[in-house]
């Protein structure tokens, strides 16, 4: 733990100092269950199984232009009262023009429903760009819809270690700081402590760089823990207990603390391959649902 590196101008430094608890909201995939693209009435399902089972209005994505993301969401979010953070992924030029075509086509028209725009996931993280080539990312968006917020989101160390310097002088509105004990390989135990130095010092780095604790509007992007069937990841263990444990101990600890959190992720995904993670095993991750797939719960999701 090295919370002594904290900037003074970290987020608050105590519980005690917090006037309102943080928004939760769920990151939110654009297919179901077999793999195939939601449409609107899908969307209208998911938000009315994510309202009733946690009393959020709030969801993510990362593409606007996938499986016409964009333009099945939105009405949705209108018809059932959410507010959607669309994605933008600009990671190679097909798809970032895509994006912003769907962004020009649809978030404008529902300007309402747009809480915000995120230019990239974890690019920076992935190294994909420096943070003035992402900068210029994001610039070119905002000029799309100059009225909503715009930024991106990326891993928590790579804003506390400079990284995204650059993206955060450059006057964005918004960014997403992704931080998981999980992926930390912290057992259940010190799970919470962990997840709380890493937003602690991601922030603090923010605050500091940008010079004021609210120029920039700082949300949690993603933080979770897979249930059972997962694949577990060090002394970090998959399992619906612990993912039980993490949410009632680390996510609503953080809202608690004043902060915004998208849970990761808000259903079950079994249409995803596995994947090889940096330590070079193959991970299952079609269970990081907060919920089933069915859209039915595992666990409580209200604090």
């Known amino acids: 733990m090295r919370f002594s590196v904290i900037a003074p101008l970290a987020l608050a430094a105590a519980p005690a100092v917090v006037s309102a608890a943080g928004s939760l909201g769920f990151a939110l995939g654009t297919k179901l269950a ?3 693209c939601k449409y609107t009435a899908d969307y209208e399902k998911d938000f009315d199984a994510i309202s009733a089972a946690s009393g959020s209005k709030l969801v993510r994505g990362y593409s606007a232009d996938d499986c016409n993301c964009a333009q099945q969401i939105l009405p949705a979010a209108k018809n059932k009262g959410f507010q959607v953070i669309l994605g933008v992924w600009p990671d190679v030029d097909e798809s970032f023009n895509k994006d912003k075509a769907a962004l020009q086509n649809y978030a404008t ?3 309402d ?4 725009v995120t230019v990239g996931s974890e690019t920076l993280y992935r190294g994909n760009f420096t943070g003035d080539q992402l900068l210029m ?3 070119e968006v905002k000029a799309i819809l100059p009225s909503v917020k715009v930024g991106t989101a990326d891993s928590w160390n790579k804003y506390a270690d400079g990284t995204a310097d650059a993206v955060i002088r450059g006057g964005v509105d918004i ?3 992704n931080a998981f004990g999980f992926w930390q390989g912290q057992e259940i135990g010190n799970a919470t402590a962990t997840y709380f130095d890493d937003i602690q010092q991601a922030f603090g780095h923010v605050q500091s760089v940008s010079g004021s604790t609210s ?3 700082l949300w949690n992007g993603e933080t979770g823990w897979p249930t059972d069937g997962g694949s577990s990841y060090g002394a970090a263990i998959a399992g619906t207990d612990n993912a039980k444990t993490y949410f009632s101990k680390s996510v609503c600890g953080m809202l608690a603390w004043g902060v915004n959190v998208f849970y990761f992720e808000a259903f079950d995904e079994p249409w995803k391959p596995k994947s090889v993670g940096d330590n070079g095993q193959a991970s299952d991750e079609t269970h990081w649902g907060a919920m089933n797939a069915d859209r039915s719960t595992k666990f409580g999701l209200k604090c």
């Open 34 to 36: 077999d793999g195939s």
């Open 109 to 111: 028209q529902y300007t």
């Open 215 to 217: 120029s920039i509007e």
């Open 175 to 177: 960014l997403l700081v």
């Open 113 to 116: 429903q747009v809480y915000a």
């Open 137 to 139: 990312k994001i610039k």
